[in-house]
């Protein structure tokens, strides 16, 4: 499989979160690195349920051509219809290892390919894919504003860009908490102060399509259509 990676400027992430918190590569591929190992443990359980929902939207949506962006360990392949056909990415070797070892072990027939790539910057011609998913992902990247564009570009006119992810909340015990962790960003590879904000625009949020998941409303899925 091709290995591409093209290298961020971690000007950017500072520039959007602020110097003390602010992610870069390095910094990603490194928390990443640590995770791997014991991902599917630590986060498998807690975030299932956003990730199967985000599937479900997937799978009942049309076209076939299928993104995940930031594919991880692969926890979501299985869930996938199997008239779909799959492509995931990710940064991170370790975590594709994990991914392609969950495909031979379950016979992903669906799953066409996973690689080592920069959500950011793809390598992908335009409007390669019928939907791009990224589930807890928009927290990770250096400049969230530049993963949406890059999936917009992938995606066909008339299809669709998905997100699961954390998204802040405006106040009380949680906000407080947030941004009470957002310090330690680097160390954990991902915001805990993330804001929609911080991906989508005046306009996009205008026209995305937002829901909490149940039952604790910890993750939101967002429909925006390219």
């Given at each position: ?110 799953v066409q390919a996973l690689l080592e790539m920069d959500a950011e910057a793809t390598t992908f011609a335009d409007a390669s894919f019928d939907i791009a998913v990224a589930m807890f992902v928009a927290s990770v990247v250096p400049n969230p504003k530049a993963l949406l564009q890059e999936m917009r570009r992938l995606v066909r ?70």
């Amino acid at each position: 499989m091709d290995r591409t990676i093209a290298k961020q400027d971690a000007a950017a992430g500072s520039a959007q979160f602020g110097s003390a918190s602010a992610l870069d590569t390095a910094s990603i591929l490194d928390a990443y690195r640590r995770w791997a190992g014991v991902y599917d443990t630590v986060f498998g359980g807690v975030s299932s349920r956003g990730r199967l929902k985000a599937v479900d939207l997937v799978n009942r949506l049309p076209g076939r051509d299928v993104l995940e962006v930031g594919v991880g360990t692969g926890l979501a392949l299985p869930h996938y219809a199997r008239d779909k056909r799959i492509t995931g990415i990710d940064l991170s070797v370790e975590m594709l290892r994990k991914a392609r070892e969950r495909t031979r072990r379950e016979h992903l027939s669906h799953v066409q390919a996973l690689l080592e790539m920069d959500a950011e910057a793809t390598t992908f011609a335009d409007a390669s894919f019928d939907i791009a998913v990224a589930m807890f992902v928009a927290s990770v990247v250096p400049n969230p504003k530049a993963l949406l564009q890059e999936m917009r570009r992938l995606v066909r006119p008339g299809g669709d860009i998905l997100f699961i992810n954390h998204f802040a909340a405006d106040k009380g015990p949680r906000w407080w908490l947030e941004r009470t962790m957002a310090p330690a960003s680097r160390a954990l590879g991902w915001h805990p102060d993330f804001a929609m904000n911080d991906i989508f625009s005046a306009e996009d949020l205008a026209q995305i399509e937002a829901e909490a998941v149940r039952p604790l409303g910890l993750f939101t899925l967002v429909r925006l259509r390219a």
